[in-house]
């Protein structure tokens, strides 16, 4: 039985045809060269409900197989609970079972960067094209010089009322930057860098009630459990357990904000646009 599991092994391995060309070289962080088999790597980072390279890699904490953010979450909604690789059982809430893998992802876009940019660049034609967003959000408003004036404005200081969008806002922050200097102290820049994050909470749709004061301040280490109580404590008449959605995909409680900004690449300078829901 032990040759018979060597046999199969040396034939698993000698079944990849490799091609002229098929050979990549990239350079590391350090000055090395590594060369692979695009093939053989392309396999390890293959999503297997698309079959395509990880996009968002997700890894379930039960089996620690991964998949892309979007398959493994349409995959839960549908009904199933168990891993579609290993049949694994992914508890009551497999939703809440779900990590962001940073490495695999890292590894995706480190040794196929064309996905990555084509993916931006189509981001950026889609945007243009529907006129989402504008071109200020370039500016980096983190800059200590830049973002401790904006913290001494009454306009950061004043309560937000509720807005259709956040264009108004951004331009009356836009014009702060454009006319500030650089003369800010350097005590200044260290209470700019622990200013609160900035959340925008709506319904995910207009059946559900709205909160009066849907911009609030919160602190970066606040878990999405916090956001649920708060909800709660607002609408004292509904008993149901809210569900907080970022993009269309629900958020496990036991994120925080800091956690869930960095892991989907969002600045902590952003108004982040969260919405809610009731079971």
């Known amino acids: 039985m032990k040759y018979r599991k060597l046999d199969e092994d040396e034939n698993r391995q000698k079944s990849y045809s490799y091609e002229p060309g098929d050979l990549e070289t990239v350079v590391t962080d ?17 999503c297997p409900l698309c079959k395509g390279f990880f996009r968002n890699a997700t890894t379930i904490k039960e089996c620690l197989h991964t998949f892309c953010n979007v398959c493994i979450i349409n995959y839960i909604e549908s009904g199933k609970e168990s891993c579609p690789k290993c049949g694994e059982y992914m508890g009551v809430h497999p ?7 940073r490495t695999i992802q890292n590894i995706t876009d480190k040794i196929f ?9 189509l981001k950026k034609e889609f945007n243009i094209k529907y006129n989402i967003g504008n071109n200020n959000n ?3 408003i983190l800059n200590p010089n830049l973002y401790s004036k904006i913290c001494r404005s009454s306009i ?13 806002f951004h331009n009356k922050i836009l014009d702060l930057i454009l006319n500030s200097d650089d003369k800010d102290k350097l005590e200044e820049m ?9 959340l925008f909470i709506e319904p995910i749709d207009k059946t559900l009630p709205n909160l009066i004061k849907p911009y ?3 602190a970066p280490q606040i878990t999405i ?25 629900v958020l496990p409680k036991n994120h925080s904000i800091e956690f869930i900004c960095r892991s989907k690449r969002i600045e902590l300078c952003n108004i982040i646009n969260l919405k809610y829901r009731f079971n």
């Open 30 to 46: 350090h000055g090395l060269d590594v060369a692979f088999r695009i093939k053989v790597i392309a396999d390890l980072l293959e």
């Open 216 to 218: 609030i301040l919160v």
């Open 138 to 140: 370039n500016i980096d």
């Open 156 to 168: 950061y200081n004043s309560k937000l009322t509720p807005i259709n969008a956040n264009n108004e």
């Open 190 to 198: 260290k209470l700019s860098l622990n200013i609160s994050i900035r």
């Open 95 to 101: 939703i809440e079972g779900l990590v962001f893998d």
């Open 113 to 121: 960067p064309q996905f990555r940019i084509l993916e931006n660049q």
């Open 225 to 249: 459990q916090h956001l649920q109580n708060y909800l709660l404590y607002k609408f004292p008449d509904i008993s149901e357990v809210p569900q907080i959605l970022l993009e269309g995909v």
